[in-house]
């Protein structure tokens, strides 16, 4: 008997195209709207926006439930894997997603977008770049037969390294591109959306599991939190896009433009994971998962981040929902490679 094909949920495989027609329903809203929508951009505490901070909290929560680090004690059982994956995550990636982010938003489109602006764009790019992935790498390990418990631990050694090279590393990257950060927010913004949600979903996989065992938790528990942030996230994109809507209409390429520089980042960092791993001798349980999150985002972060450093309508903010639109396609087509090149 041939082996079940393993599918991609509905909700995820179709990703780009709820995006789509939350750009669509949320230039409508603002539009209709106008500027009695900004009601909802002033409720901000430490210029936190409180509407999204909740929504995007309740995207990233259920993502924390599934991190195990007592799954970290297993990392001697593939070191190479784990070593290349975090060079790649936090001493290639940020650096070349600023690269590639200079060279169009401030070369290449110098004619097509304000050079006061471009600074925004390549800021939401670095965002991205500085956030890899923690929740969709599982459905693009489980789709390339990845190894389950590896992908578990980088996912968990990835989380535990936010919490202390993210706010340094984009303080960094931000300042060579002339950005005046503000540090206090964006430290604010790394408790909020990593820390509190991280120590919360900790407390809940640890404490229920305990009480119901593993198989009721993965089962039960764990697919009742899916409907609550498929929602969080679409309530999120539309209220994006409402302030987001002159931009794009004054600027209907402006997609287009940004989506160009992430598309070649994504395939550029998954090419280099994969021969690396290969080169490393990676078993193909490993660099495919590998390379995966090294490709990937986590958007949800970079969003958040964005808003509360840049606002609602800034650039910034719209290079990471832009990083939601593009990222599915590409790394679908990026799981049909490694499933190719299988080895």
Known sequence: M??????IAFFEKYLTLWVALCIGVGILIGHLAGGSISVLSDLEIYNVNLPIAI???LMIYPMMLQIDFGSIKGIGKAPKGIVWTLVINW???PFTMAFFAWIFFD????AYIDPDMAGEYIAGAILLGVAPCTAMVFVWSYLTDGDPNYTLVQVSVNDLIILVAFVPLVGLLLGITNVSVPYETLVASVVIFVVIPLVAGVITN???IAKKGEEWFKLEFLPKFKPVSIVSLLLTLILLFAFQGPNILNNPLIILLIA????????FIFFLAWY???KLNLRHAVCAPASMIGASNFFELAVAVAIALF?????AALVTVVGVLVEVPVMLHLVSLANKWKY
């Open 260 to 267: 160009i520089p992430l598309i070649i980042q994504t395939y």
């Open 107 to 110: 070369q290449l489109y110098s």
């Open 55 to 57: 929504l995007i909290w």
């Open 91 to 93: 001493l290639i990636k």
């Open 276 to 278: 690396g791993g290969r």
């Open 2 to 7: 041939s082996p079940t094909k393993k599918k």
């Open 311 to 315: 606002g609602l309508d800034s650039p």
């Open 206 to 208: 640890k404490s229920l």
